[in-house]
């Protein structure tokens, strides 16, 4: 954003003009959520105060009670400009107190917070908490990190949040999206050119981001043409996760699915696969004949699979042989002892590989990234990638996909539904489907974790793994009417 802002004013424009632009941004947006009653301001001494202190000046001219609370003088060129537009002396921070208001505009820090609140703030953020006041914050919440979305000693509940150009990791990272309440990203005049010259390497995962990786569908469009993903059984008595990444796969968009199983595991699959394929795989010899198929193109491995030595040595023989591998839960812990050998294979198989780790998982794979998680899931996740060789997704309600080059999405799809047993299996499936499709891995973990997420929130409350499945052609729909793809002959017609 510093960079964005330097640019804006080599193009025209002026670092004040960027400020007014923002505090009527606030201005407006408190006024909407509390058309009556006083308004209290907490400004802080630099360019996120100035915002707080010119939308107080704003507000007043229209006529609205304003009260302005600073625990400091302003610092900079434009907080101090700022400060002299209020007539008025502000008020000590002793004087707070939230129940005396409408609504309480947060601007005491923004998303450049790099220190833990103390002294004066600190004890404006400890009031807000204690008197449950509606709060609108001014880019986060004060507290909460822009890099990290990680709280930094303390921060408020925010019920809405007013960012600018774009939202920040901090929008979108636990917990400081939830803290953000409703964010609203406010056009301040950065043209989004300047994103030409920055090159930001972090992204949201949504469509755009990824559209063009898309398998549009087509009339002429046959299942061949589709790829054939296999997902590897676990013995009789662990199956069902399998099948889980098995249907995940075949629902996601692979022309063909197979499920291969060891010998003792063939009956109990075959009593509840239908178009799901079953082959028998017994060990990695039997696994290297089947490889000689080279329609066979995406393997997902680990769901309830249980031998950490098969794992590893059928690991290898996939990506020896030059497929795409999603490596997922006891795939993942085979090599918790093993770790550089995973790495290797990484490393001399480029864009083949996906691992896709909870945070446990994680550490186990990678524990002296998992010890600094003050860095910030982005952080770990990129520096994962960038020693396995592999694109990372780092699970949970804000999982992070991370490529070795650089490239991180933060998804903002996820919701409290997929905290159930199973729901990562189906993941792990549906990142195979696009594999399967020739999508890069990258690209393939992002649409996965999209439509995964998409897919639980269309049934809410009690989603169990087994539902998201038979939920995943309304997510693509939706994914496919949002990027204006149209399926031919759907909707029917009379």
């Not at 947060?106 to 917070?113: H, M, S, T």
């Not at 509840?272 to 066979?296: F, I």
């Not at 891995?441 to 793994?465: Q, T």
Request: charged share 15%; glycine share 12%; proline share 6%.
């Amino acid at each position: 954003m510093a960079q964005a802002d330097e640019m804006a004013a080599k193009l025209g424009g002026c670092s004040y003009s960027l400020m007014q632009a923002a505090a009527a941004a606030v201005a407006n947006r408190a006024d909407a959520m509390a058309p009556s009653g006083p308004i209290a301001v907490l400004a802080g001494t630099g360019n996120n105060g100035g915002d707080a202190v010119l939308a107080a000046h704003y507000l007043r001219a229209r006529g609205r009670s304003v009260r302005l609370f600073m625990p400091g003088a302003a610092k900079g060129d434009d907080a101090g400009r700022a400060m002299s537009e209020w007539a008025s002396q502000s008020e000590s921070p002793e004087a707070f107190l939230p129940g005396e208001f409408a609504l309480v505009i947060d601007g005491l820090f923004g998303a450049g917070l790099q220190r833990p609140l103390d002294g004066a703030a600190a004890e404006l953020v400890r009031r807000l908490g204690e008197g449950k006041a509606r709060v609108l914050s001014i880019d986060l919440p004060s507290g909460v990190s822009g890099e990290t979305g990680q709280v930094l000693g303390s921060a408020p509940q925010a019920e809405a949040t007013v960012t600018f150009f774009r939202r920040k990791p901090g929008h979108l990272l636990q917990p400081g999206a939830a803290l953000c309440g409703k964010v609203t990203v406010a056009d301040i005049g950065i043209p989004a050119t300047v994103l030409h010259q920055i090159q930001p390497q972090t992204f949201a995962n949504q469509p755009p981001l990824w559209r063009h990786r898309l398998l549009k569908p087509g009339e002429a469009d046959h299942k061949y043409a589709r790829g054939h993903a296999v997902v590897f059984s676990g013995g009789p008595s662990h199956t069902g996760a399998a099948r889980l990444a098995a249907m995940a796969a075949l629902r996601g968009g692979a022309g063909l699915v197979t499920m291969f199983a060891a010998g003792s595991a063939m009956a109990v699959n075959a009593a509840h696969l239908t178009a799901v394929m079953l082959r028998r795989c017994d060990d990695v010899g039997q696994l290297a004949d089947h490889l000689a198929d080279g329609r066979l193109n995406a393997f997902v491995l680990g769901p309830g699979f249980g031998s950490a030595d098969k794992a590893r040595a059928y690991a290898a023989a996939i990506l020896e042989a030059r497929r795409a591998l999603v490596l997922d839960a006891d795939g993942l812990t085979a090599f918790r002892d093993h770790a550089a050998d995973l790495f290797l294979l990484g490393a001399t198989n480029a864009a083949r590989l996906v691992l896709t780790p909870h945070m446990g998982e994680f550490a186990r794979l990678f524990p002296d990234i998992a010890a600094e998680p003050e860095r910030g899931k982005p952080y770990m996740a990129r520096m994962a990638a960038a020693r396995s060789g592999a694109v990372v997704v780092l699970k949970g309600s804000d999982t992070v996909i991370a490529a070795p080059d650089g490239r991180a999405a933060i998804n903002a799809t996820g919701t409290p539904a997929l905290a159930t047993a199973g729901t990562g299996d189906v993941l792990a499936g549906l990142v195979g489907a696009q594999l399967a499709n020739d999508v890069p891995p990258f690209e393939a973990a992002c649409i996965a974790v999209w439509l995964h997420g998409v897919a639980a929130r269309l049934y809410g409350p009690g989603l169990i793994a087994e539902d998201l499945p038979g939920l995943v052609p309304q997510a693509i729909a939706r994914l496919h009417s949002l990027c204006g793809f149209s399926l031919p002959g759907w909707p029917p017609q009379e």
